[in-house]
């Protein structure tokens, strides 16, 4: 199973559901843990992989945008001393880097969106390690909670305390279904909002600064 398949997997797993039907919740839990683990020290390895990426990109994206201007302050010269033919082949050069510049560009875009998305599974993933590792911590709380209660139902034989008590915790899994459910959506509605924020910052800059290049071109 792909690092990313098995990610999903976990980021969309009921953990209540799962150990409900599990015959060793314990055991079950345990490899939880150890799989999130597991999957979380991939993801951060492929973002550094990318984020080593990004560095070299940029670098050769800065390489590229000063061999444009570079091009062309030389036709600038040439047809300023009348070499239109130098001008000519100053301004090839010119157009064959920038073509790699804004393939580079494009490269770029895509690396950035896979650190994005990345950076959110990370999240995710990191809270669902979270919430399994409380699980573990309370199942050993009850553990530990039933041996007393075994040892005072062996004295008392109260029938009434002991339904009692399932019942409680049966309502209280149902609500801790429920929280975990509106938590989910919540996450996921404020990733949404957040992602669409900064989309809309980046579009308005953008235009920004192209009227600011048309204004300085007529002007």
Do not use: C
Request: overall charge negative; hydrophobic content about 40%.
């Amino acid at each position: 199973m792909g690092m990313f398949s098995r990610m999903s997997d976990i980021v969309q797993a009921n953990i209540n559901a799962i150990l409900d039907k599990a015959e060793d919740p314990a055991k079950v839990v345990k490899l939880l843990i150890q799989e999130m683990e597991e999957t979380l020290v991939e993801l951060r390895s492929v973002a550094a992989t990318n984020l080593a990426e990004k560095k070299q990109v940029q670098r050769q994206i800065a390489k590229l945008e000063q061999q444009v201007t570079s091009w062309q302050a030389k036709a600038e010269l040439a047809l300023d001393k009348g070499r239109e033919d130098l001008a000519r082949a100053a301004l090839t050069e010119k157009n064959i880097t920038q073509q790699n510049f804004t393939a580079l560009s494009t490269e770029m875009e895509i690396i950035e969106e896979s650190l994005t998305k990345l950076q959110t599974d990370m999240g995710k993933l990191q809270e669902k390690l979270v919430e399994a590792r409380a699980k573990q911590k309370s199942m050993i709380l009850r553990e530990r909670s039933v041996s007393v209660r075994m040892q005072v139902k062996s004295k008392t034989h109260s029938v009434k305390i002991d339904d009692a008590i399932i019942r409680f915790e049966q309502y209280e899994r149902r609500i801790d279904d429920l929280e975990s459910q509106v938590d989910a959506y919540d996450l996921v509605d404020e990733a949404k909002g957040l992602d669409a924020e900064f989309k809309q910052l980046e579009v308005e800059n953008k235009i920004e600064e192209e009227l600011a290049a048309l204004r300085k071109k007529v002007a």
